[in-house]
């Protein structure tokens, strides 16, 4: 470089490039006319380009190792408030790129299958209780029914106790 001297490119707004000239020159290494340097210079910008990229996939396959080893994963969900903190977990991680992009979708599409599989355990739970309580009703019912044919209550209210016993008879069997 040559001693404080600044390269003599002149930039289209009028101001000068503040790099410091090439010793024998009064230009920089961008700027210089010169065919060798030239030549030099488009060596160095190809070479640039390919140690960048090299580079950047290099980091990218050790950020990604490095990530994968230290990252701390939390239990899997085991209903719907822990989903919910998982689920923010994932998006949290994802922004603030400690997570994958396409590990992050991984994750909440293994949470999405979880929900819809817990939907239905619900579902099934829902059901089952429905018909314990229609069991216990029908249980109720039939014993009010004997009740009423007990106490000898009036003749329409035996029919009625009938009709009841009957139906419900009815279900009983099919």
Known sequence: MGEGRRCAYVKDDGEGCGAYAMEGSAYCFSHNPDPEVAKKRKAARRKAGKVTSQRRILDTREARQQRARTLEIPEPPTDYLSA???LS??????????????????LIQGVKEFLRSLNG????????????????????????VDEIEAHGLTHRARQLAVQAREILNKKDDS
Do not use: C, F, I, N
């Open 89 to 106: 977990w994932v998006v949290d991680q994802v922004a603030h790129g400690r997570l994958e992009d396409t590990t992050g979708k991984t």
């Open 121 to 144: 355990q619900d579902a099934q739970r829902r059901y089952e209780d429905a018909v314990a309580r229609l069991d216990e009703v029908r249980r109720l019912y039939l014993a009010v």
């Open 84 to 86: 919910s903190h998982y």
